[in-house]
């Protein structure tokens, strides 16, 4: 992955995790954008290996998409107290018969 495309994607996950969907004025934001600018010409220089700012990036993204996956999995999954048989056939892709009259 390039440092461009490490850049857009954690920004896109940042906007998702936002509340309002903006991010103009959130501190991870301009961090990231300041990382990146600071490390866009001397990342040779600073890092010990040549991508160690895209590798960091792409860790953070990692985290950020595993993050939001797992709170969309909790969300669909998490116990709510008792549920039907209908409601839990259909949770695990079951059809439950049908009696015939």
Excluded at 29 to 39: E, M, P
Excluded at 41 to 64: S, W
Excluded at 89 to 96: E, I, P, R, T
């Amino acid at each position: 992955m390039s440092a461009t495309t490490v850049l857009r994607s954690l920004l896109h996950e940042l906007r998702q995790a936002a509340p309002n969907g903006c991010i103009k004025d959130s501190l991870a934001a301009r961090y990231i954008l300041a990382q990146f600018k600071k490390f866009k010409t001397t990342d040779q220089q600073l890092c010990k290996a040549r991508n160690e700012a895209v590798f960091l990036g792409q860790t953070y993204l990692t985290y950020l998409t595993s993050t939001r996956n797992y709170n969309e999995l909790h969300k669909e999954y998490h116990g709510r107290g008792e549920r039907s048989v209908k409601e839990t056939a259909d949770l695990v892709g079951f059809k439950l018969p049908t009696d015939p009259k």
